[in-house]
Nanobody, 124 residues
Framework: QVQLVESGGGSVQVGGSLKLSCVVS????????LGWFRQAPGKEREGVAGLLIDGRMKYADFVMGRFTISRDNAKNTLYLEMNSLKPEDAAMYYCAAGIRGLNADGYCVSPDYWGQGTQVIVSS
């Protein structure tokens, strides 16, 4: 069993930055993909970025160059650093984990575990 707890969301102006954190507890071995998804009101959930234990990472095209996913193994924490935020980045952001791999579009495939989400608001 894997537990994921996100934090770091908040309100920021257009062009600003936020850094999301996700504390990962439970057993995650080399098969695991850790990633971030988001869902805005009235829209489908979409993958943002994913990271494999071996260090490989992928990003969705719409965040490429603005967001950075990383992991601190000593702290068992996954991060998503978000820069140059746009109004369309406003959403509930979820941390996720699963063993079905990382696809070329930048997200973990069919994660088994999800966090409760952290809200990101971007105002102009």
């Amino acid at each position: 069993q894997v537990q994921l707890v996100e934090s770091g969301g908040g309100s920021v102006q257009v062009g600003g930055s936020l850094k999301l954190s996700c504390v990962v507890s439970g057993h995650t071995d080399s098969r695991y993909c850790l990633g971030w998804f988001r869902q805005a009101p009235g829209k489908e959930r979409e993958g943002v970025a994913g990271l494999l234990i071996d260090g490989r990472m992928k990003y969705a095209d719409f965040v490429m160059g603005r967001f950075t996913i990383s992991r601190d193994n000593a702290k068992n924490t996954l991060y998503l650093e978000m820069n140059s935020l746009k109004p369309e980045d406003a959403a509930m952001y979820y941390c996720a984990a699963g063993i079905r791999g990382l696809n070329a579009d930048g997200y973990c495939v069919s994660p088994d575990y999800w966090g409760q989400g952290t809200q990101v608001i971007v105002s102009s």
